[in-house]
């Protein structure tokens, strides 16, 4: 069983003359150990794929399975199995860091001492020592980014979607979020839109291309540029997408 399965995702914004599809019958499997590129032009369609996985937006039709749970039919099950990081900061502002990460554990169902475990790992993973009684409103763009990625991993699930994960950081911190990636890779099915393109190389096993709501290409990082042919990765991601992706 693929441990992430996205099975014809549809999803269509307003009607009539405004309508606008941006998702357009989006499938895929992401396996046990594989990190998993989500590319695409802006308003390609990512982070609303992302957000039907996670069960924030509904999809028109389809279904995303995690870890076998539909995220329709078994939303509580599948949502156990599964690390969102949205786009942006969290939710909760107002909250501090260690009250954002314990409230979380409690939706997760972690019992007292389960949360305290699973707190020293995530302040550890993601580097938030320094400012996990700090309420998340007053945080740099980074450090709220980490706090996102501490909340999206508090339940250690076998499953982790990332909407641009290293958006915001700066160079040692970015080396320090795919250091992180990479260590939980093993175990996980790990899916991350992003725009930058080294960082495919770096840290992904497989890309997955989408340009007006649906996939143009699934291939390795490498298979991408050979199979067009493209001369670099940057060269490939520009033959197959157009410029600014507008759905009609
Ligand atoms: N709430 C919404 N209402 C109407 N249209 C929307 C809404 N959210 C997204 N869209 C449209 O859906 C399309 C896909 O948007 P989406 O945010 O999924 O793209 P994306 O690939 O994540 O882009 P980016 O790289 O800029 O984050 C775009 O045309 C966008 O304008």
Redesign the pocket.
Known sequence: MSLLKIDRLVKT??SGLSI?H??RGVSFTVEKGEVVAFL??????????MRMISGFLEPDSGDAFIAGASICQERENAQIALGYLA?GAPLYGDLTARGFLTFLAGTHGLSMSQTRWALDRVIADARIEAVIDRSIDTLSKGYKRRVGLAGAIIHDPPVLVL??PTDGLDPNQKRAVRSLIARMSKDKAILI?T?QLDEVQAMCSRALV?DG?KIVADDTPAGLVTNLPAKTLEDAFTLLTQEE???Q
């Open positions: 914004y307003g606008k941006a998702v695409g032009p802006n308003g390609a369609g990512k982070s609303t794929t786009e909407d641009e839109s725009h989408i709501g992706s507008i759905p």
